[in-house]
């Protein structure tokens, strides 16, 4: 059974950073990729990056661009996700999903989700 | 970045309608779309992929369709559980950044 478990909610404050862990079970990473979607209250999905363990790539959303850092560990099967100089518009869930190798014609897509940790940030 | 637009922003809708939901890209995304799902408290759910693929475990009340910029998702026959929020999501262009639309909720009439 394919598994992501994340990490703990975390309160942080404005100007600081997070940290957030995804640790997968019954799939390798090596064959997948890992996206992370943030929803902030009361606001939609937002795509943040993904990571593709098999080019060592990550992308990301342009308005994270240089503030975010998706890394995987391979040898724990555990993705993460920092996000640098928080702002209260940074508060929301933040979820990791598995995704599919991005350059394939055929992506089964973001099919196993992590339960979703929660950010608050403070000013 | 590719922008998607969902209409309508709200659907109002009784169980046992059909539900019929639009997403338009920005420029030509071939079918390099999904449809996910999105209920409140939970993580979201992928319906289709790849503009037409239902994901394993969907039923087959929920159908995608399109290709290029315009896309649907069709909810055959309204279900209780189907009230809910609807995003569209392209991944062309990698390592292009990936976008998601700004949904469609579909709410009881």
């Known amino acids: 059974q394919v598994q992501l478990v994340q990490s703990g909610a975390e309160v942080k404050e404005s100007g600081s950073s997070v940290k957030v862990s995804c640790k997968a079970s019954?799939?390798?990473?090596?064959?997948?990729?890992i996206s992370w979607v943030r929803q902030a209250p009361g606001q939609g999905l937002e795509w943040v990056g993904q990571?593709?363990?098999?080019?060592?790539?990550?992308n990301y959303a342009q308005k994270f661009q240089g503030r975010a850092t998706i890394t995987a560990d391979e040898s724990t099967n555990t993705a993460y996700m920092e996000l640098n100089s928080l702002t209260s518009e940074d508060s929301g869930v933040y979820y990791c999903a598995r995704d599919g190798i991005p350059t394939e014609r055929q992506n089964f897509g973001m099919d196993v989700w992590g339960q979703g940790t929660t950010v608050i940030v403070s000013s | 970045e590719i922008v998607l637009t969902q209409s309508p922003a709200t659907l109002s809708l009784s169980p046992g309608e059909r539900a019929t939901l639009s997403c338009r890209a920005s420029q030509s995304i071939s079918t390099y779309l999904a449809w996910y799902q999105k209920k409140p408290g939970q993580a979201p759910r992928l319906l289709i992929y790849?503009?037409?693929n239902r994901a394993t475990g969907i039923p087959a009340r929920f159908s995608g369709s399109g290709s290029g910029t315009d896309f649907t998702l069709t909810i055959s026959n309204l279900e209780p559980e189907d009230f809910a929020v609807y995003y569209c999501y392209q991944r062309t262009n990698w390592p292009s950044p990936f976008t998601f639309g700004p949904g469609t909720k579909v709410d009881v009439k």
């Open positions: 790849d503009a037409s």
């Open positions: 019954g799939v390798t990473f090596s064959s997948h990729a």
């Open positions: 990571f593709t363990p098999m080019f060592g790539i990550a």
